[in-house]
Protein backbone atom coordinates (compact mmCIF):
# COMPACT_ATOMS: atom_id res chain seq x y z
CA UNK A 1 0.00 0.00 0.00
CA UNK A 2 1.54 3.38 -0.99
CA UNK A 3 0.34 6.44 0.36
CA UNK A 4 0.26 9.65 -1.93
CA UNK A 5 1.88 12.54 -0.92
CA UNK A 6 -1.34 14.20 0.06
CA UNK A 7 -1.91 11.33 1.72
CA UNK A 8 1.31 11.66 3.94
CA UNK A 9 0.96 15.47 4.11
CA UNK A 10 -3.07 14.96 5.60
CA UNK A 11 -2.03 12.31 8.08
CA UNK A 12 0.82 13.91 9.61
CA UNK A 13 -1.09 16.90 9.71
CA UNK A 14 -3.74 15.00 11.59
CA UNK A 15 -1.20 12.91 14.34
CA UNK A 16 0.73 16.44 14.71
CA UNK A 17 -2.42 18.01 15.71
CA UNK A 18 -3.90 14.89 17.82
CA UNK A 19 -0.64 15.12 19.64
CA UNK A 20 -0.94 18.65 20.06
CA UNK A 21 -4.31 18.15 21.73
CA UNK A 22 -3.16 16.01 24.26
CA UNK A 23 -0.76 17.65 25.16
CA UNK A 24 -2.64 20.88 25.19
CA UNK A 25 -4.84 19.12 28.06
CA UNK A 26 -1.80 17.71 29.79
CA UNK A 27 0.44 20.33 30.04
CA UNK A 28 -0.90 23.60 28.53
CA UNK A 29 -3.73 26.01 30.54
CA UNK A 30 -6.79 27.34 28.94
CA UNK A 31 -5.15 29.71 25.83
CA UNK A 32 -3.17 26.40 24.61
CA UNK A 33 -6.54 24.47 24.79
CA UNK A 34 -8.69 26.76 23.08
CA UNK A 35 -6.25 26.72 20.33
CA UNK A 36 -6.04 23.31 20.10
CA UNK A 37 -9.47 23.33 19.95
CA UNK A 38 -9.16 25.66 16.66
CA UNK A 39 -6.67 23.43 15.10
CA UNK A 40 -9.46 20.37 15.62
CA UNK A 41 -11.97 23.50 14.24
CA UNK A 42 -10.63 23.02 11.15
CA UNK A 43 -10.69 19.73 10.21
CA UNK A 44 -13.63 18.72 11.51
CA UNK A 45 -15.11 21.80 10.15
CA UNK A 46 -13.60 20.50 6.95
CA UNK A 47 -14.77 17.45 6.39
CA UNK A 48 -18.27 18.31 7.52
CA UNK A 49 -18.04 21.18 4.62
CA UNK A 50 -16.80 18.55 1.59
CA UNK A 51 -19.23 16.92 2.91
CA UNK A 52 -22.42 18.71 2.94
CA UNK A 53 -20.88 20.91 -0.55
CA UNK A 54 -20.52 17.39 -2.26
CA UNK A 55 -23.81 15.91 -1.23
CA UNK A 56 -25.84 19.19 -1.43
CA UNK A 57 -24.51 21.69 -3.81
CA UNK A 58 -25.82 24.77 -2.23
CA UNK A 59 -22.98 26.59 -1.91
CA UNK A 60 -18.71 25.82 -2.98
CA UNK A 61 -16.32 24.40 -0.93
CA UNK A 62 -14.55 27.88 -0.90
CA UNK A 63 -17.33 29.05 0.96
CA UNK A 64 -17.13 26.56 3.50
CA UNK A 65 -13.85 27.20 3.88
CA UNK A 66 -14.35 30.73 4.82
CA UNK A 67 -16.98 30.48 7.28
CA UNK A 68 -14.24 28.12 8.95
CA UNK A 69 -11.68 30.64 8.53
CA UNK A 70 -14.19 33.88 9.89
CA UNK A 71 -14.93 31.59 12.93
CA UNK A 72 -11.73 30.70 14.03
CA UNK A 73 -10.10 34.25 13.31
CA UNK A 74 -12.63 35.36 16.08
CA UNK A 75 -11.80 32.71 18.32
CA UNK A 76 -8.05 33.19 17.85
CA UNK A 77 -7.69 36.92 17.96
CA UNK A 78 -9.93 36.77 21.09
CA UNK A 79 -7.45 34.55 22.88
CA UNK A 80 -4.93 36.47 21.29
CA UNK A 81 -6.36 40.01 23.16
CA UNK A 82 -6.72 37.77 26.35
CA UNK A 83 -4.29 35.64 26.94
CA UNK A 84 -1.04 35.95 29.46
CA UNK A 85 1.33 34.53 26.33
CA UNK A 86 2.78 36.30 23.26
CA UNK A 87 2.72 33.10 21.03
CA UNK A 88 -1.28 33.89 20.96
CA UNK A 89 -1.07 36.96 18.77
CA UNK A 90 1.22 35.53 16.45
CA UNK A 91 -0.91 32.02 15.87
CA UNK A 92 -3.52 34.50 15.35
CA UNK A 93 -2.09 36.72 13.01
CA UNK A 94 -1.19 33.65 10.69
CA UNK A 95 -4.81 32.80 10.87
CA UNK A 96 -6.20 36.75 9.65
CA UNK A 97 -3.06 35.97 7.01
CA UNK A 98 -5.39 32.37 5.78
CA UNK A 99 -8.54 34.33 6.08
CA UNK A 100 -7.06 36.93 4.11
CA UNK A 101 -5.81 34.83 1.32
CA UNK A 102 -9.74 33.72 1.15
CA UNK A 103 -10.62 37.23 0.51
CA UNK A 104 -7.69 37.98 -2.00
CA UNK A 105 -8.63 35.15 -4.15
CA UNK A 106 -12.41 36.21 -3.91
CA UNK A 107 -11.25 39.58 -4.72
CA UNK A 108 -9.27 39.27 -7.71
CA UNK A 109 -9.70 36.55 -9.96
CA UNK A 110 -6.05 36.85 -11.41
CA UNK A 111 -4.39 35.41 -7.79
CA UNK A 112 -2.00 32.92 -8.97
CA UNK A 113 -3.08 29.52 -7.73
CA UNK A 114 0.93 29.29 -6.37
CA UNK A 115 0.02 31.99 -4.30
CA UNK A 116 -3.30 31.26 -2.82
CA UNK A 117 -2.04 27.98 -1.84
CA UNK A 118 1.10 29.27 0.04
CA UNK A 119 -1.23 31.82 1.66
CA UNK A 120 -3.96 29.80 2.46
CA UNK A 121 -2.53 26.74 3.43
CA UNK A 122 1.12 27.64 4.76
CA UNK A 123 -0.01 29.44 7.89
CA UNK A 124 -1.70 26.16 9.21
CA UNK A 125 1.67 24.92 9.35
CA UNK A 126 3.37 27.47 11.28
CA UNK A 127 0.38 27.31 13.63
CA UNK A 128 1.40 24.05 14.66
CA UNK A 129 4.86 24.83 14.82
CA UNK A 130 3.37 28.06 17.00
CA UNK A 131 1.53 26.04 19.29
CA UNK A 132 4.22 23.46 19.89
CA UNK A 133 6.20 25.71 21.09
CA UNK A 134 3.93 27.48 23.13
CA UNK A 135 2.79 24.02 25.20
CA UNK A 136 6.26 23.79 25.50
CA UNK A 137 7.34 27.19 27.12
CA UNK A 138 4.39 27.33 29.01
CA UNK A 139 5.43 24.18 30.54
CA UNK A 140 9.11 24.91 31.40
CA UNK A 141 7.64 28.36 33.07
CA UNK A 142 5.45 26.30 35.28
CA UNK A 143 8.68 24.65 36.53
CA UNK A 144 10.85 27.22 36.80
CA UNK A 145 8.52 29.68 38.47
CA UNK A 146 5.36 27.39 39.80
CA UNK A 147 1.77 28.41 38.21
CA UNK A 148 1.10 31.63 37.02
CA UNK A 149 -2.34 33.08 35.15
CA UNK A 150 -3.46 31.90 32.40
CA UNK A 151 -5.31 35.08 31.11
CA UNK A 152 -4.38 38.57 31.27
CA UNK A 153 -6.37 40.81 34.07
CA UNK A 154 -7.46 44.88 33.66
CA UNK A 155 -4.44 46.83 34.67
CA UNK A 156 -4.62 48.80 38.07
CA UNK A 157 -6.12 52.48 37.32
CA UNK A 158 -3.56 54.62 36.71
CA UNK A 159 -2.81 57.71 38.84
CA UNK A 160 -4.71 61.39 38.29
CA UNK A 161 -2.51 63.65 37.17
CA UNK A 162 -0.28 65.11 39.98
CA UNK A 163 -1.01 68.81 40.26
CA UNK A 164 1.59 70.62 39.54
CA UNK A 165 2.41 74.71 40.31
CA UNK A 166 4.02 75.32 37.21
CA UNK A 167 4.18 78.26 35.89
CA UNK A 168 3.07 79.85 38.94
CA UNK A 169 6.12 78.40 40.72
Do not use: K
Amino acid sequence: MSLANGDIRYWGQIAAIACLVLAAWRWGAGPERILAGILVWFQAGDAVNHALSSATGAFTIYTGHFVIDAAAAVVAVAVAVQANRIYTLWFAAFQLLALFAQIARDVAAGVAQLAYQVLYIGPSYFQILLLAGGIWLHHRRVRRFGQYRAWRSSSHPSPGPTPSRWPNG
